[in-house]
């Protein structure tokens, strides 16, 4: 496994702004990803975080509104840019070691407000 | 037909029965598979992976796979309350590298 942790742990922000949040790993990792956990409902993926080159972003979520950085192998960057309160979430990151057989592990997340 | 399909429940049991949590997916290539555990206001840990048929047992958890009919359950014996939470299934299609896709998640409610 990996030790993983986030800040901030929760915030709470005014619309329009832009949040920034740092996901940082214990040991070198192969795969970091963003998720997005809205009120009641599953993980959604955001993106993959890769290492020295732009993040590959899913369906629905483009960098303009969450532009990610990942300077090396054990740290990323997630920015919650012109905030709604549509964005109100739990975001975590996630690390693996890299393989089709690797767990993935998540970091504690980050609540965020948007008022 | 979403992706990964979980019944949201909440399911009850009495404490001390087995819990099972059913799971399906739609994509026949998908190669592993995953059930995390989720407590209200914490992030998911991973119970159990399993990437054959069959059963895997890991202390009072059993996961159980079978591709041909797109399935993936985990059983619980000797549900205790703390076992009360939301058990996601997760799966990673093939092609997929490592990125995971979830089900909306079960409630488990252990009582006493």
């Given at each position: 496994?990996?030790?993983?942790?986030?800040?901030?742990?929760?915030d709470i922000c005014q619309r329009g702004t832009s949040l920034t949040i740092q996901c940082q790993?214990?040991?070198?990792v192969t795969m970091m990803f963003w998720y997005r956990q809205q009120p009641g409902q599953s993980l959604t993926l955001i993106a993959t975080a890769n290492q020295g080159?732009?993040?590959t972003y899913e369906s629905g979520f483009v960098i303009d509104k969450f532009p990610i950085s990942r300077p090396n192998?054990?740290?990323?960057?997630?920015?919650v840019?012109?905030?709604s309160p549509e964005d109100s979430s739990i975001y975590l990151c996630s690390v693996a070691r890299g393989g089709a057989k690797e767990t993935q592990y998540f970091g504690p997340?980050?609540?965020l407000l948007v008022l | 037909q979403k992706e990964v399909e979980q019944n949201?429940?909440?399911l009850s049991v009495p404490e001390g029965a087995i819990a099972s949590l059913n799971c399906t997916y739609s994509d026949r290539g998908s190669q592993s598979f995953f059930w995390y555990r989720q407590y209200s206001g914490k992030s998911p840990e991973l119970i159990m992976s399993i990437y054959s048929n069959g059963d895997k047992e890991d202390g009072r958890f059993?996961?159980?796979?079978?591709?041909a009919s797109q399935y993936v359950s985990l059983l619980i014996r000797d549900s205790q309350p703390s076992d009360s939470a939301t058990y996601l299934c997760a799966v990673i299609k093939v092609g997929g590298g490592n990125k995971l896709t979830f089900g909306t998640g079960t409630q488990l409610k252990v009582e006493l």
């Open positions: 496994s990996a030790v993983i942790s986030q800040k901030p742990s929760r790993v214990d040991s070198q080159s732009e993040a192998l054990t740290f990323s960057t997630l920015t840019s012109n905030m997340g980050t609540r | 949201s429940g909440p059993t996961a159980q796979l079978n591709k």
